[in-house]
Every structure is written in structure tokens, then in C-alpha cells.
């Protein structure tokens, strides 16, 4: 049976697609990005990342678990959220399919999904490690199964598919498979939820793409259910999956960061979709609280290591940032459907700063391997990693091809595949601009006029973004551009008028005729920056950041400055000594930035604590090249550190 919705939306998809809400989602085929660093990344997403974690896939057996006749099984490889990976690899693949035709990957994805259907019961479930014989029984493990965390992901492949084109097979499984969640853990069914967040968001957006009220009645029941401690408890608290605290009585994300962010996002879908203010308002706050005290200089959140986890407030040592790239995805994930329903412009500066020291981070040049997890501080030298070895670990260390737990590639996938979709924004009377990028813009307003923009600039490199009006209608319309939260300085320039702008949202309304042009000049120039003193695992610090950027010193060889005096570059230099002199201001230099660094001579070798005394001095200071930090790691095993201690 082929299933057509009557959303789907040929001319290209949105992750995102609220009933309600400030602003309008754009889809693949009205924002286009055409250049730059983002545009790049894509690229190199569309034609290496894909096909990489496909055949990693299909090499550790995670696709081969999905086989035809349902009974599986003994053989069943990966941990049991494998399943979910795959979805994330159909769903990068479909929103690829929206930005551009490519038949032979149009083709492999029917295939993956033709794996998929055939493993489906007739019921409707569909999860390759329960529920077989000689596997444990379904819902036996709903603490740490990841049964519904896995088919939401399956609904967001689908819905993906469906809105780049293709509503038939994939979303019918999808269908059966919400109809059976909804079946067994609706109002009469089981009373419990997953202990991995993610079905809620998911089950909103099938709703918002078929019309089925029941997808979204279920979402908000899986929200409200969680809180209670009716999970079993857990050896890191309840809090590790947000089950400690009702979502609209908590004050704070905390416990497992991608699950809190999850739920988050979920719980914010819900509250849109149901007109629940109050739910929508309690989780803004929370994200606002943990901006502004959980979360990293780069974006990034979670620190604790061992349960992947929220620090306390403040708790955010550089060397132990955990910070994973898929706790830094999520939070992009809610910080967007923030934006869309409240149209505050400061959710896009989350963004911008999440995408650039997180994502760009996080993924290396070719697209072949990334990090797990994004340290703001490498101690000692990262080593190489073998291109053909999966990694065990994945609290640290260098960039690598595939982990045990390869969750991250696929969402940097998904989201590279779609980022289109994030730059600009509809609202009743013109367009928005959250992100720079060389791009082209082009919708129907509220009233069906047609209107375009293009976008060129070099940024993050300059900050210099120029709109050029490509399509318009008669009469007066909006171009609102983002001013970042960083951008103390900023001028406009309209029809020849200089004017200062502040941060926030800046509106140029007028009649616009083809042709007329919008100048933004950001001041992307190197700053310092200092951390809230009760921050104490860098109190005493400075980073140096540049526009969006945040940049951090790197030592590729272990030598010392002070006998080397060809090391006044990141290339050499003990970095646990080095002391910055916050008295010079940063200047950019060719490839990177350059700031004036004292080293310390080493201390000594025994006790590490002694009496109050001056530390001794190295010689004089030397200029010390910075670079951004998501380019770290990408010459060779490095130390490397954002926060920089003072002289
Ligand atoms: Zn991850």
C-alpha cells in the first residue's frame, strides 16, 4: 500500500514543520546554499560521508540485521540501538535527495528501505534486537533497550523521505510502526517510555506530516509520563534520563545531555502543537539556564564523562569537556524549533556558535572520520588512528573512522544534508536571515508575492554579508538579518545610508526592486573573552574568539619555545605552561591569529603543591599563532587548548 500525504512537498523538505509558531520554515528548494564553509562541508557530506558510514554499516552488520523474514536473528551484530544508525543514514540520504537528483542514491536508499520493510512484523513493530527468538522479549528493557528511540528515528527518516519526495514505502512503514507504538503505550496500553528520549519529537513531526492527531496525543503522553521515576532506577539517578523531574517543573537540562536535548525538543513540538504556553515556557527556560551555566564556550554541552552528562552548574573543566557531538546537534535541534516559535533572533546565535565550534569541529576534511566527543583542552599528543579500526573508546582522542557507538556521524550527516533548511526563515510579511552563507533564498510571502534574495560573503572569514533582492512584488516587504550577540560595531547600509546596528534582529522594510542591495558589516575581528569567575576550572583564563569562531592554541611537536626559537607558531610550545599577556590585544595574522605568550619554565618533577611564590619566568614573550579551533587535530597528533591562563 502506497501512502501519499497530502504535505508532501515536492519541492523540497524541512525537518521542521510547526502548525504554529513566530516564523516559517523554509525547505530544501527554497534555500539553497551556494559557497563557502558550510557549502563545502555539504559537499563533502553528499560525497564521502554517506557512503562512508554505509559501508561501515554494512561491514559490522548493522544493516545486515534487518533481515527479510522477521525471524532474524542469533547472529545479530552491534549494540542494540544499531537499528537507529541506520535510520539516521536513510534520513541523511533523503534530505541529500532534496538538495540534489542522484538516482544511484535514490536507489540505494529504496534498498535500505526495502531491508527495513521486509523486517517489519505484521503488527507493525520493527526493531532487529527484541522480540525474535532466542532475543529478549519486546519492551522487556524499555530503561536501556532503545526500542523507541530506535523508531523514532525510523518516523524521522520517513518523514524526511516523505518531504523530499518519496511518500509511499518508507512512510508506511513508519505509519504501521507509530500505529503500533501508539497501540501498545497508548491511553490503555503499557504505561511506561523509553529511557532514550527521541520518539516524542518524532511522533510530532509524523503528525504534523499526515494529519494523524493520534501521533501527536501520544508525543504529549510520553512527555508527560516522564518525571515520575517510573523507569527503574538508575546508577546515576533518575536525572540521567530525565526522569527525576516532570518536563514543565523542571528549571534545568541535566543528566544524559542528547537525552535531555531530546526530550527537550520533543516536549517543545508538543507544546506548539497543543498550544501549551506553559509547557513551551518552562523548557525556554531551561535552555536558557543551561546556556548559562552548563554549556562550553564552543556551544558545547555535558561534561561528565561517565554518564555522558550535565556537570553542575558551572562544572565546566576544559581537559574533561565531554561534549558530544551529538549533545551539540540536539541542542541546535531545540534551539531551532525555539526560534521558529518564538522568532527570538538569539537562538540563531546558539546555533551559529554550536555549528562552527561543534559540528565544523567534529568532522574531519574529508569526511571520514570525527569526534565523539569535542575536548577543549588535549593534554597529550592525540595519536594516529588506523583508517580501518573501529574505536572502543570514545571519551577522547583523535578523530576517528568509526566507533563501537557511532551515533554522532549519522546526526552530523543528517543535519550537514539539510543545513539549507536553517539559514532563513518566512514570517507574514518578509524573510529572515539566521546564518551566513553564500546562499539564494526564494519563497512566497503570506499574500502569494513572490520574493528572492542571494546572499554573498566570505563569512566567517570576514564579516562583510551583502543581500542582493532577487525576486520581488509590489509594495513594501521585510529583509530581517540576524546582528550575532558578538557583533559590538555593526553597520547597515541601505540605499546608500550608514547606520550602527545592535545585536539582535534588524528589519529593513521597504519596496524593493530587483537588483537593490542590503550591506552588513559584522566586526570579525580576533577579542578576547573571559569566563564567569565561578567557572573555576579556567578562572584566570582568556580564549581568543573571531566573529562565530572560537580559536585555541595547538602544539603539533613537543618541543620546548624557550630552545626552540623557530616556535613562535602553534607548531611547537608546552602548552601547559604558556601564559598569555591579556594586555596585547589578538591581531590576525595570515592563517590564524596571533596573540604574545610568556612560557614558564617547567616546574619541578616531584609534589606538584608548594608555597605561595611567583612562578618562575621563561624568557621574554614570544607572538604565538592561534587557529580556529575546529581545525585542530587536523596536522597530526597535537596538544591543544582554548583556554589560555594569563601572565
Ligand atoms: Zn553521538
Not at 501521533?215 to 530525565?242: K, T
Amino acid at each position: 500500500m502506497t501512502v501519499t500525504s497530502p504535505e508532501v512537498d515536492l519541492t523540497g523538505g524541512r525537518p521542521v514543520v510547526p502548525s504554529r509558531g513566530a516564523l516559517r520554515p523554509l525547505g530544501l528548494g527554497e534555500v539553497r546554499l551556494t559557497g563557502g564553509f558550510w557549502s563545502a562541508r555539504q559537499q563533502v557530506n553528499g560525497a564521502a560521508t554517506l557512503a562512508h558510514g554505509r559501508s561501515w554499516m554494512d561491514r559490522l552488520g548493522w544493516t545486515g540485521n534487518f533481515t527479510a523474514d522477521g525471524t532474524g536473528s542469533v547472529d545479530r551484530r552491534g549494540r542494540q540501538f544499531s537499528d537507529s544508525e541506520v535510520y539516521k543514514l536513510i534520513e541523511a540520504m533523503a534530505w541529500e535527495l532534496g538538495r540534489r537528483p542522484d538516482p544511484a542514491l535514490a536507489t540505494e536508499l529504496d534498498e535500505l528501505t526495502g531491508a527495513v520493510a521486509a523486517a517489519q512484523s505484521p503488527d507493525g513493530y520493527v526493531n532487529t534486537a527484541f522480540g525474535r527468538p532466542g532475543q529478549p522479549g519486546r519492551y522487556t528493557d524499555l530503561a536501556s533497550g532503545h526500542e523507541l528511540y530506535c523508531t523514532g528515528h525510523l518516523l524521522q527518516a520517513a518523514v524526511a523521505r516523505a518531504r523530499t519526495g518519496d511518500g509511499g514505502r518508507l512512510l508506511d512503514v513508519a505509519r504501521r510502526a507509530a500505529d503500533h507504538v501508539c497501540d501498545t503505550f497508548g491511553p490503555d496500553g503499557i504505561p511506561g517510555l523509553c529511557g532514550h528520549p527521541e520518539i516524542e519529537t518524532a511522533l510530532v513531526e509524523l503528525a504534523r506530516l499526515t494529519g494523524q492527531r493520534r501521533y501527536l496525543d501520544q508525543a504529549a503522553l510520553f512527555v508527560a509520563r516522564r518525571g515520575h521515576r517510573s523507569l527503574p532506577p538508575h546508577a546515576f539517578g533518575w536525572s540521567y534520563y530525565s526522569d527525576d523531574i516532570p518536563v514543565r517543573a523542571a528549571d534545568v537540562l541535566r543528566g544524559h545531555a542528547v537525552r535531555a536535548l531530546y526530550l527537550a525538543s520533543g516536549a517543545v513540538d508538543v507544546a506548539v502543537e497543543t498550544g501549551d504556553d506553559e509547557l513551551l515556557a518552562a523548557v525556554a527556560a531551561q535552555f536558557d539556564r543551561t546556556l548559562a551555566r552548563r554549556t562550553y564556550l564552543t556551544g558545547g554541552m555535558g561534561s561528565r564523562h561517565t554518564d555522558e552528562a550535565f556537570g553542575d552548574d558551572f562544572v565546566l573543566p576544559a581537559d574533561r569537556a565531554y561534549s558530544e557531538t551529538c549533545a551539540g546537534i540536539a541542542a541546535i535541534m531545540l534551539a531551532w524549533r525555539l526560534l521558529l516559535a518564538t522568532g527570538e533572533s538569539r537562538y540563531g546565535d546558539v546555533i551559529e556558535r554550536i555549528l562552527f565550534n561543534v559540528v565544523a569541529t567534529a568532522i574531519s576534511d574529508d569526511g571520514r572520520s570525527f569526534f565523539y566527543a569535542n575536548t577543549l583542552h588535549q593534554r597529550t599528543p592525540t595519536r594516529p588512528v588506523p583508517d580501518d579500526e573501529e574505536q572502543l573508546g570514545f571519551g577522547g582522542g583523535p578523530r576517528a573512522p568509526w566507533y563501537e557507538v557511532s551515533c554522532c556521524l549519522p546526526n552530523i550527516a543528517r543535519l550537514l544534508a539539510s543545513l539549507g533548511t536553517y539559514l532563513a526563515t518566512a514570517g507574514d510579511d518578509g524573510l529572515r536571515l539566521h546564518q551566513y552563507a553564500d546562499a539564494e533564498v526564494a519563497t512566497r510571502l503570506a499574500d502569494g508575492r513572490r520574493v528572492g534574495l542571494a546572499v554573498r560573503t566570505r563569512y566567517p572569514d570576514d564579516g562583510l554579508v551583502l543581500v542582493r533582492i532577487t525576486e520581488t512584488g509590489a509594495g513594501p516587504w521585510s529583509v530581517t538579518l540576524r546582528v550575532p550577540d558578538w557583533a559590538d560595531g555593526a553597520t547597515l547600509v541601505v540605499g546608500g545610508e550608514r547606520r550602527a546596528v545592535a545585536p539582535g534582529a534588524v528589519e529593513v522594510r521597504r519596496e524593493y526592486a530587483v537588483g537593490d542591495e542590503i550591506r552588513l558589516e559584522l566586526p570579525v575581528r580576533p577579542r578576547f573573552t573571559v569566563p564567569d569567575p565561578r567557572i573555576d576550572a579556567v578562572r584566570g583564563c582568556v580564549a581568543v574568539e573571531r566573529g562565530p569562531v572560537v580559536y585555541c592554541a595547538e602544539a603539533t611537536r613537543p618541543v620546548a619555545v624557550d630552545t626552540d626559537p623557530d616556535a613562535t607558531t602553534t607548531d611547537g610550545g608546552d602548552l601547559d605552561t604558556i601564559r598569555i599577556d591579556p594586555a596585547v590585544v589578538p591581531v590576525d595574522v595570515a592563517d590564524g591569529v596571533e596573540v604574545r605568550a610568556r612560557f614558564d619554565a617547567p616546574g619541578g618533577a616531584g609534589w606538584p603543591y608548594r608555597p605561595p611564590a611567583a612562578t618562575s619566568a621563561g624568557p621574554g614573550s614570544v607572538p604565538v599563532r592561534l587557529v580556529p579551533y575546529h581545525r585542530w587535530g587536523r596536522r597530526g597528533p597535537a596538544t591543544m587548548r582554548v583556554w589560555l591562563p594569563t601572565t
